[in-house]
Structures are given as C-alpha cells and as structure tokens.
C-alpha cells in the first residue's frame, strides 16, 4: 500500500510462501519500474535450490540468522549483512530471519529453474525436468493468431480415439500414445476443486479398509482422517463400512476440507436428488436400495445420514497443507485422502502429500488416489512407504469414473501397465507408513511391514503377482 506519494507500508496479506517461508511483495516503485522489493519472513528456508536466468538477486538481513548456500558454498548470515546472487548462479538459504530482498529486473515467469530440495526445508529430491518435457512445456504455451493449436491437435485425436475398441487402446504403442496425449491435456487444463462425489465409490478400498482393521482387539480406539471429505459422501461411506464389520471399535473419525460450505453440507448428512452445486442424483449412483435403507432414514425425497453412522465423526474447514494439520487432528491409524491432489499444480500436490503423510502414526496405513502417479511414486519411494499388494489392482480400477475418462480428463487415472519395473509401487493406492525413511522399497518385495508389539495395528499382508 503505497501512503503520502513516496511511502509504502507493508501489504497486509502474503505475496507467495513455501513450506519454510512467507513473502510479501512492495508495490512497483514510482522511478525504478524494473525493480521490485520483498519483505521475506524465512521460518526454515526457501524449499528449493534455483538457478536464476536474468534476475539479481539483494538481500538484506534485518534480524536472525541463518545461512546462504551459493555455488554450493556455505556463507552464514546475520543482521546488517548484505547478500547479493547473480544470475545463472545456484543457490538457497535456511534459518530463521527476516530478510528484505531486491530483485533487478523484476521477476518474470520463467525465469526461475529449480534444481533439487533445500534439505533443511524438504527431505528428497527434486528431479531435474526432462528436455522432452521442457519442449513440451514451449509447445503448450505457443499460441497462432491467438489461439493454441494443440487444443485443435487434441480435438482431432480425441474423435480418432474414441472411435477405436478398448482392444485397440490398450494395445502398449497406443496406450503410450495415450499417455503422451494425457500429458498434453494437463499442461492445457485449468484445475479447480471440485465438490461433487459419490457414495461407496471405490468398493474395493472399503474392503480393504476391512481387512486392514479386522485383527483390532475388541473395544480398540481406531482413528481415521478423510482429508479433502466433500459433501461427506466417502466420509459416510467409510464410517458405514468400519461400523458394520467391527462395531465394537471405538471410532473417532475427523472430517476435513478447505470449503466451509461443503463441510456444512456434510455435517448435515441429509442429500437431496435435486442436482445442486454440492450433489446431485447421481450421489447415490451404483448403490443398492438395500444398501440405501441401511445408510439412510428417508423423509419424503430427503435421505438422511442414520444416526448410528454420524456418531464420533469430527468435522473441520482447514487447508490439509499446512503443517498445523498434525496438531488439530493428531496422529492416524488410517489416513485418506482421495481425489483432490490432482486438481492442483505439481509442486503444491508433492508439498501436501508430504504434510499429510505426517499425521499417519508409526505403520499406520495412507490411502491416496486422484493425484499424478509420477508425485506418488516419487514420494512414496523417496519416504520408503511399503505399497499394499492386496486388492492393489481392483482398487486401481475401483472407481470407473477417473479410469473412464482417461486420457481426456486431467484428473483421470492412467491404465494399470505390469510392463512396468516399478508397477507394483506405482499402481497402488493404500501404504504402510513406517516410522523413518530408512525402510526402502524395492520392485521384488510385496506385502507390508510386520506388526510391532504393542502398537495395536494389523499388517495386511500382499500378494505378490
């Protein structure tokens, strides 16, 4: 905010942050149109090392300390100390501080290329993108008389394709066909949240949450977390699944997601036929009218949640990527969360996956699915989660709706290929989570961690195919 024609106070509101920082951007000055000045707030540090095209970056240290890695060497920092990183140059910094940064010129998109993980900040690696996928990138932003000629391109491939057999499709050359075009599609798409769900949507992960809690002794608590829970339709639906094969269980289920309407609506428990922007008719699709009567009390077209099931369940309106996640709920024996990563950006999905997993207690199990296979796969390998090989391909293909729409659909879920060294790991969608990442996964094992004594969880034990 810019005050008596030369001064300007703070923004009130956040520019950009990370997982280990909070940054606000000053207005553009009135007589230097080509630089621009941050306040930065650093708790651990900016999450990645980059490398910077054209821009110099100043930094100034106004209180704290820490540390700037440059050209990987290490130079300490304090008050009244002055940073200055110059273009084509790798670099990060860690601590805690409070810096007021400078760039000349001012920042433009691409300018940025991050190389790898700050450590101190995220544990991994980053992968250096492909050449293929950078060329990708350019040819998805080039634009001829204003418009994108790939939206045409897949238009075109889009009529070829849905004319051809599944026989056809499925066939390796066309299905890694299929696979570059999926790429194409979620380079172009603009992602949003979505809010409509459906009732017992994938069967085959209930099934497994069954067997996963069938060996808890009688009167055990068992704490489960539905992240990114909707209208409430999969958190009924769990609830429903664990209350009749174990009623014994004391359950404490916690409910989260970031829209306060949707979790409204879900606390509610009570849907309606009548399409609305949170439901629709089709909530109820592929249920039995045995399975209606047993979840709902019916009053007039209305369909109520019974009480027996709502019982224990918590709700909560919160982003699941912040860290304060992990003391609102507390630790997880089973941690789910389904069908929301994918509709965010690459980075902003690795980044939650990694928040998310915290909550899961020592060989607690994480069921994701909805997310880009590549971020899972690297996550889970990189954490050394143990993939669950029961059910592992019934589950893949356990909810029609994301396979169907494949490659068309950014959100859509890729075909299961046992050509694949790694498919065991990558197709899977439930994890055991141990409590270091020192347990690795290797393509030859199957199954899941061994029950510690006294942690009071069920190893499920996989198949291998």
């Given at each position: 905010?810019?005050?008596?024609?030369?001064?300007?106070?703070?923004?009130?509101?956040?520019?950009?942050?990370?997982?280990?920082?909070?940054?606000?951007?000053?207005?553009?000055?009135?007589?230097?149109?080509?630089?621009?000045?941050?306040?930065?707030?650093?708790?651990?540090?900016?999450?990645?090392?980059?490398?910077?095209?054209?821009?110099?970056?100043?930094?100034?240290?106004?209180?704290?300390?820490?540390?700037?890695?440059?050209?990987?060497?290490?130079?300490?920092?304090?008050?009244?100390?002055?940073?200055?990183?110059?273009?084509?140059?790798?670099?990060?910094?860690?601590?805690?501080?409070?810096?007021?940064?400078?760039?000349?010129?001012?920042?433009?998109?691409?300018?940025?290329?991050?190389?790898?993980?700050?450590?101190?900040?995220?544990?991994?690696?980053?992968?250096?993108?492909?050449?293929?996928?950078?060329?990708?990138?350019?040819?998805?932003?080039?634009?001829?008389?204003?418009?994108?000629?790939?939206?045409?391109?897949?238009?075109?491939?889009?009529?070829?394709?849905?004319?051809?057999?599944?026989?056809?499709?499925?066939?390796?050359?066309?299905?890694?066909?299929?696979?570059?075009?999926?790429?194409?599609?979620?380079?172009?798409?603009?992602?949003?949240?979505?809010?409509?769900?459906?009732?017992?949507?994938?069967?085959?992960?209930?099934?497994?949450?069954?067997?996963?809690?069938?060996?808890?002794?009688?009167?055990?608590?068992?704490?489960?977390?539905?992240?990114?829970?909707?209208?409430?339709?999969?958190?009924?639906?769990?609830?429903?699944?664990?209350?009749?094969?174990?009623?014994?269980?004391?359950?404490?289920?916690?409910?989260?997601?970031?829209?306060?309407?949707?979790?409204?609506?879900?606390?509610?428990?009570?849907?309606?036929?009548?399409?609305?922007?949170?439901?629709?008719?089709?909530?109820?699709?592929?249920?039995?009218?045995?399975?209606?009567?047993?979840?709902?009390?019916?009053?007039?077209?209305?369909?109520?949640?019974?009480?027996?099931?709502?019982?224990?369940?918590?709700?909560?309106?919160?982003?699941?990527?912040?860290?304060?996640?992990?003391?609102?709920?507390?630790?997880?024996?089973?941690?789910?969360?389904?069908?929301?990563?994918?509709?965010?950006?690459?980075?902003?999905?690795?980044?939650?996956?990694?928040?998310?997993?915290?909550?899961?207690?020592?060989?607690?199990?994480?069921?994701?699915?909805?997310?880009?296979?590549d971020i899972r796969t690297r996550v889970a390998e990189n954490l050394g989660w143990r993939p669950l090989q029961e059910l592992l391909e019934e589950i893949h293909e356990g909810d029609p709706r994301m396979r169907a729409s494949w490659p068309w659909n950014y959100s859509a879920l890729e075909p299961l290929d046992k050509r694949r060294p790694d498919w065991r790991l990558r197709y899977a969608t439930a994890f055991q989570v141990g409590p270091s990442v020192e347990h690795r996964y290797h393509p030859a094992e199957s199954g899941a961690f061994e029950r510690e004594a006294g942690d009071g969880l069920v190893s499920a034990r996989g198949v291998a195919n």
């Open positions: 905010m810019k005050t008596m024609g030369y001064v300007y106070t703070l923004p009130s509101s956040a520019s950009f942050d990370g997982e280990g920082l909070v940054g606000y951007n000053f207005p553009p000055l009135l007589q230097q149109k080509d630089l621009e000045v941050y306040y930065i707030d650093v708790q651990k540090g900016h999450d990645t090392f980059m490398v910077s095209r054209k821009i110099t970056r100043t930094y100034y240290v106004l209180s704290g300390s820490g540390y700037f890695t440059i050209a990987n060497r290490t130079y300490d920092v304090g008050p009244g100390m002055l940073v200055e990183v110059p273009p084509k140059v790798e670099f990060s910094y860690s601590g805690q501080m409070k810096l007021i940064a400078l760039s000349r010129p001012r920042w433009f998109d691409g300018n940025d290329r991050h190389t790898r993980w700050n450590p101190d900040v995220i544990a991994g690696d980053l992968p250096a993108p492909a050449a293929s996928r950078r060329s990708l990138a350019r040819l998805a932003e080039l634009r001829i008389f204003g418009k994108s000629p790939i939206n045409a391109f897949l238009r075109f491939n889009r009529a070829l394709w849905n004319n051809l057999p599944l026989s056809v499709t499925a066939l390796g050359p066309i299905a890694s066909y299929g696979t570059f075009l999926h790429t194409l599609v979620r380079m172009q798409s603009a992602r949003g949240q979505l809010f409509h769900t459906f009732f017992l949507r994938n069967r085959p992960a209930l099934e497994l949450i069954r067997h996963l809690i069938e060996q808890r002794s009688t009167g055990d608590i068992l704490r489960v977390a539905v992240l990114g829970c909707s209208t409430g339709a999969e958190v009924f639906s769990v609830a429903w699944k664990i209350r009749s094969v174990r009623p014994d269980l004391k359950l404490i289920l916690h409910a989260m997601d970031i829209s306060r309407q949707a979790v409204e609506f879900g606390r509610s428990g009570v849907y309606s036929p009548v399409v609305s922007e949170f439901a629709g008719k089709d909530i109820y699709d592929g249920m039995t009218g045995a399975e209606i009567e047993e979840i709902f009390d019916r009053d007039g077209q209305m369909l109520a949640v019974k009480s027996w099931i709502k019982e224990g369940i918590e709700w909560h309106v919160g982003d699941v990527g912040e860290p304060e996640i992990v003391a609102a709920l507390g630790p997880q024996d089973i941690v789910i969360a389904n069908n929301f990563l994918c509709h965010m950006d690459a980075p902003s999905a690795e980044r939650c996956l990694r928040n998310i997993v915290r909550l899961v207690r020592p060989y607690g199990y994480l069921l994701v699915s909805g997310i880009d296979l």
